[in-house]
C-alpha cells in the first residue's frame, strides 16, 4: 500500500494532479501529459526571451537583438522605431530580466490559461 501526504496550500491542485499521474502510473495505466507542461510557443518564447536578455547583457542594441533573434531580412533599414519588432524584442529582453530574477520559479506554478503570453 501506497499513501501520500498533500499539504493544503496554493500548489494543492499540481500536487493533486502529480499524485494522481502516480496512482496510473503505479497502475500501469497512461498518465497523460504532465500537468505543467508548455506549450511549444510558450517554450519558444521563454527561448527568445533568454537569448533576448543574453545579447542585451552583452551592449547589444535591441536592433542587434533582433535581428539575431529574427534575421535580417525581416529588420527594416528605416522605421525601426515604430516597427513591432522593436516592440516585441523589448518585451522579450524584459520577460528574459523577470525570469533571470527568479521568475523561472513562476513556470513551476500554473497561473491561468496561458499568462506568460508575451509576444
Same mark, same amino acid.
Given at each position: @500500500? ?8 496554493? #500548489?494543492?491542485?499540481?500536487? =493533486?494532479? &502529480? ?16 500537468? =505543467?507542461?508548455?506549450?511549444? &510557443? %510558450?517554450?519558444?518564447?521563454? %527561448?527568445?526571451?533568454?537569448? *533576448? /536578455?543574453? *545579447?542585451?547583457?552583452?551592449? #547589444? +542594441? ?10 535580417? #531580412? ?10 513591432? =519588432?522593436? +516592440?516585441?524584442?523589448?518585451?522579450? /529582453?524584459? @520577460? *528574459?530580466?523577470? =525570469? @533571470? ?17 508575451? +509576444?
Amino acid at each position: @500500500m501506497v499513501a501520500l501526504d498533500l499539504p493544503l496550500d496554493r #500548489n494543492f491542485d499540481i500536487r =493533486l494532479r &502529480a499524485a494522481h499521474r502516480l496512482w496510473l502510473a503505479l497502475e500501469q495505466r497512461p498518465v497523460g501529459p504532465p500537468p =505543467l507542461a508548455q506549450s511549444i &510557443a %510558450s517554450r519558444h518564447r521563454h %527561448s527568445f526571451a533568454l537569448r *533576448g /536578455v543574453d *545579447g542585451w547583457l552583452e551592449g #547589444n +542594441s535591441y536592433r542587434e537583438i533582433a535581428q539575431g533573434l529574427f534575421g535580417m #531580412n525581416r529588420i527594416p533599414g528605416r522605421g525601426w522605431k515604430t516597427h513591432d =519588432l522593436r +516592440s516585441r524584442t523589448i518585451r522579450l /529582453v524584459q @520577460m *528574459g530580466l523577470r =525570469l @533571470m530574477r527568479g521568475g523561472y520559479r513562476d513556470l513551476l506554478r500554473r497561473k491561468g490559461k496561458d499568462k506568460d503570453d508575451i +509576444s
